[in-house]
T-cell receptor, first 113, second 113 residues
Framework: LAKTTQPISMDSYEGQEVNITCSHN???????ITWYQQFPSQGPRFIIQ???TKVTNEVASLFIPADRKSSTLSLPRVSLSDTAVYYC??????????????FGAGTRLAVHP | NAGVTQTPKFRVLKTGQSMTLLCAQD?????MYWYRQDPGMGLRLIHY???????AKGEVPDGYNVSRLKKQNFLLGLESAAPSQTSVYFC????????????FGPGTRLTVL
């Protein structure tokens, strides 16, 4: 299983763009990269998923370089409500790897006024 | 749609007592999961199920049992609770067609004295 490494915490201010980078050096060919968001006292919520290059949805963008050994979650113009823990996960969708998804400690993002 | 619901929301047990946590989902998802989250840490997979009548062990299964008698329900049992099982328990479900996006319940906060 691909192990992921991401910063423990980050601070930002309202209106800024936040980029959280995740390292996954031993990612396998069939692995997808997924990011979740967790607010205090709530379960995690799926944000975005990608395999390579760039993926964008209404919440965030995900940038994946050609070697796929890292990925960057980009949150445009954050607000106080984006304060949460963000998890980067790597897993194989097609051979049961999704049942072994590992939620590490995540990155605690604090957005300040 | 209620999504994923968990019962109860809070519970305090004494060491040695038993209890069952109930997870229900109304999205007709095939896969269901039980995780535990300890303070300041990520989620760890306890057990999971890929269909009615089938269950499998996750990363930390010891001390827990599960049953999936109906597709919409996934039960987590503690036969003899221990203080080390004090945690927040999250249930999640996902469709077989897109297993990497998990939908989480609100959690059950369990304290074992």
């Amino acid at each position: 299983l691909a192990k992921t490494t991401q910063p423990i915490s980050m601070d930002s201010y309202e209106g800024q763009e936040v980029n959280i980078t995740c390292s996954h050096n031993n990612i396998a060919t069939n692995d997808y990269i997924t990011w979740y968001q967790q607010f205090p006292s709530q379960g995690p919520r799926f944000i975005i998923q990608g395999y390579k290059t760039k993926v964008t949805n209404e919440v965030a963008s995900l940038f994946i370089p050609a070697d796929r050994k890292s990925s960057t979650l980009s949150l445009p113009r954050v607000s106080l409500s984006d304060t949460a823990v963000y998890y980067c996960l790597v897993g194989d969708m097609f051979s049961g790897g999704y049942n072994k998804l590992i939620f590490g400690a995540g990155t605690r993002l604090a957005v300040h006024p | 749609n209620a999504g994923v619901t968990q019962t109860p929301k809070f519970r305090v047990l004494k060491t040695g007592q038993s209890m069952t946590l109930l997870c229900a989902q109304d999205m007709n998802h095939e896969y269901m999961y039980w995780y535990r989250q300890d303070p300041g840490m990520g989620l760890r997979l306890i057990h999971y199920s890929v269909g009615e009548g089938t269950t499998a062990k996750g990363e930390v299964p010891d001390g827990y049992n599960v049953s999936r008698l109906k597709k919409q329900n996934f039960l987590l049992g503690l036969e003899s609770a221990a203080p080390s099982q004090t945690s927040v328990y999250f249930c999640a479900s996902t469709p077989a067609t897109s297993p990497i996006e998990q939908f989480f319940g609100p959690g059950t906060r369990l304290t074992v004295l």
